[in-house]
């Protein structure tokens, strides 16, 4: 199998797994337990929130939650004003929000899928951006929305999980959600930075664990976490000439039958969005069912819905499910996407010469 599926999890780094397998086999103890075990225990959750937040901004703190799902709604619940996002946010945002039935203002996005930062009205308590898109890896400009919501009293809240370790986080940001299986770390664990002087209402209740977040949190899963963090940060350079190298040749090889979707310059390039006219999506995807790739959101998928990412930079419903995204990063070898390419070129081609 050829994994092409980066933007729906990263595979686990060895690193990050070694850090874990200590917690997993021996150090069984709960940190948050007064003895010696649970402090060695609580420890090893400290390195890795540092970890953590070396990539972060300053003058904030780390608090481990289960996802960047639950991150996103504790920040959303967490306001009680008026909230403004883009049309091409992930559903943990948008559903989110439309459900606290507060007043909400979507924002449009260009043919690129990039948004014009605009005045915020009165009244409004949090904007929520991506940082890097799911979907078609468009790079928002965070730091204009965050100038913008801060004129009107509101918070910005960054959705990181694509671009954490990837692209710089501006430090106008009041939140960040991030994800440890979008950077080789483990599932099931994810963040929310929160700004010194923001206090957000619990959304889980119980022991208070993290200050305002409940629940016993798991040693393994947060050095995991740490760990693929640290080398976010020791193989960052590495890691951008490789994604660029590999874009570069996978543009070159899909050739001009193939049109990307969204910005080619103003995006993260490990994320190759792209369209075939008259292409049957499902029929690639059983056709070459040794590659791992996406038709769009991993979350969506199998629903039978039209991305809404891509409807919303004026693609109609045919070049929308037209569409495929190829995602590859530290570990796809040259090698193996450019098989990968062929295979499919070969397979649209059979479809329609």
Same mark, same amino acid.
């Given at each position: ?10 595979? *686990? ?5 070694? =850090? ?9 103890? /709960?940190?948050? &337990?007064?003895?010696? =075990? ?34 996103? /709604? ?16 992930? =559903? ?20 690129? #899928? ?11 308590? *949090? ?15 965070? !730091?204009?929305? !965050? ?31 991030? &994800?440890?299986? +979008?950077?080789? #770390? ?13 206090? *957000? ?13 409940? $629940? ?14 640290? *080398? ?28 990307? /979707? ?10 190759? /969005? ?21 038709? $769009?959101?991993?979350?969506? &998928? ?11 930079? #004026? ?5 929308? +499910? ?17 098989? =990968? ?7 649209? +081609?059979?479809?329609?010469?």
């Amino acid at each position: 199998m050829i994994y092409l599926d980066y933007q729906a999890t990263t595979p *686990l780094a060895p690193e990050a797994l070694k =850090a874990m397998l200590p917690w997993l086999e021996q150090g069984h103890a /709960n940190p948050h &337990s007064p003895h010696r =075990a649970g402090r060695q225990a609580r420890a090893a959750v400290e390195v890795a929130r540092d970890q953590v937040a070396a990539l972060l901004p300053t003058g904030g703190r780390v608090v481990f939650t289960s996802g960047a799902t639950e991150a996103l /709604n504790w920040a959303i619940k967490g306001v009680s004003g008026g909230i403004v996002t883009t049309a091409i946010e992930h =559903a943990a945002v948008l559903d989110t929000a439309r459900a606290t039935g507060r007043p909400l203002t979507v924002l449009p996005v260009d043919g690129e #899928g990039l948004v014009t930062p605009e005045s915020m009205a009165e009244g409004t308590a *949090l904007v929520a951006a991506m940082l890097v898109n799911n979907e078609i890896g468009t790079i928002q400009p965070i !730091a204009a929305l !965050a100038g913008h919501a801060h004129r009107v009293g509101a918070w910005m809240l960054c959705d990181a999980v694509q671009g954490y370790g990837r692209i710089a986080i501006p430090d106008g940001v009041d939140l960040v959600a991030l &994800s440890a299986h +979008k950077i080789h #770390g483990p599932k099931g664990i994810g963040a929310l930075w929160i700004r010194d002087g923001i206090t *957000l209402p619990p959304l889980l209740h119980g022991g208070d664990q993290e200050g305002g977040r409940s $629940g016993t949190l798991s040693p393994a899963l947060c050095a995991g976490f740490g760990a693929a963090a640290r *080398l976010m940060a020791t193989h960052a350079e590495a890691d951008r000439v490789h994604v660029e190298r590999l874009w570069t040749l996978a543009v070159e090889r899909l050739g001009p039958d193939w049109t990307v /979707n969204g910005s080619t310059t103003r995006r993260y390039h490990g994320n190759l /969005n792209v369209r075939r006219e008259g292409l049957d999506v499902a029929r690639l995807m059983s056709d070459c069912r040794d590659i791992a790739f996406s038709a $769009g959101s991993a979350c969506a &998928s199998g629903s039978g819905r039209t991305s809404h990412v891509l409807t919303a930079l #004026g693609l109609n419903g045919a070049q929308a +499910k037209s569409s495929i995204r190829l995602g590859f990063g530290r570990y796809t070898t040259e090698a193996e996407l450019l098989q =990968a390419l062929d295979q499919l070129v070969t397979a649209a +081609k059979v479809q329609r010469p």
